[in-house]
Nanobody, 121 residues
Framework: QVQLVESGGDLVQAGGSLRLSCAAS????????MGWYRQAPAKQRELVAT???????NYADSVKGRFTISRDNAKNTVYLQMNSLKPEDTAVYYC???????????????WGQGTQVTVSS
């Protein structure tokens, strides 16, 4: 009963910026870690960035200094600000959230449907 919906993907020129958003809805008691992953054609899905409920962040080396992950706990939403985009950033970007439905229950991972980011030279 939990859904994650991404938005903000687009076609941009190299050096441009985009901001991705992902809103979680449904039977949510709390959300632990949220993150962004991406998958380019013929490549494996890879971690881009994560953020804990306390605000601690982790980034892939390839995006450090260019991307910033943030979250709004009141809105159950995570963001990814992407600056200085490169053609190699082209991929489908997926949102992930670690969710539990009530206090004391187990944590479950949920994924969004993905949003396409294309960076042209």
């Amino acid at each position: 009963q939990v859904q994650l919906v991404e938005s903000g993907g687009d076609l941009v020129q190299a050096g441009g910026s985009l901001r991705l958003s992902c809103a979680a809805s449904g039977s949510i008691f709390s959300i632990r870690t949220m993150g962004w992953y991406r998958q380019a054609p013929a490549k494996q899905r890879e971690l881009v960035a994560t953020i804990t409920s306390g605000g601690s962040t982790n980034y892939a080396d390839s995006v450090k200094g260019r991307f910033t992950i943030s979250r709004d706990n009141a809105k159950n939403t995570v963001y990814l600000q992407m600056n200085s985009l490169k053609p190699e950033d082209t991929a489908v970007y997926y949102c992930n959230a670690d969710v539990r439905w009530k206090y004391g229950s187990s944590w479950n991972a949920y994924w969004g449907q993905g949003t396409q980011v294309t960076v042209s030279s």
